[in-house]
């Protein structure tokens, strides 16, 4: 069972990327997905999540109107879109699988991923 977080780099400010987070081992469409980041220095911090059914809940307002997330459950993989990305969006990006619901605790998930990094030059 593993969840792999990729698609990390360095981008421009007011760039785009568009992150992946592959499951292998157990199949995603029963589970519901958080992305979370920790830069350096930081916490972590949640940033959205996505239910099983497709619902999103945004964790953090500093991502909302440019971050989006969907999931592929054909390909076994969700999608965090981060457009617009600033110099402060840097950080270790990592996903993490729950069942069904978006808990409301970071520790309340079941698979955490290895992290990608992304980097947002000014």
């Known amino acids: 069972v593993q969840l792999q977080a990729s698609g990390g780099g360095l981008v421009q400010a007011g760039g785009s990327l568009r992150l992946s987070c592959a499951a292998s081992g157990f199949t995603l469409d029963r589970y519901a997905i958080g992305w979370f980041r920790q830069a350096p220095g930081k916490e972590r911090e949640g940033i959205l999540c996505i239910s099983s059914m497709g619902g999103t809940t945004y964790r953090s307002d500093s991502v909302k109107g440019r971050f989006t997330v969907s999931r592929d459950n054909a390909k076994n993989t969700v999608y965090l879109q981060m457009n617009s990305l600033k110099p402060e969006d840097t950080a270790v990006y990592y996903c993490?699988?729950?069942?069904?619901?978006?808990?409301?605790?970071?520790?309340?998930?079941?698979?955490w991923g290895q992290g990608t990094l992304v980097t947002v030059s000014s």
């Open positions: 993490a699988a729950e069942r069904w619901r978006c808990p409301l605790r970071s520790v309340s998930y079941e698979y």
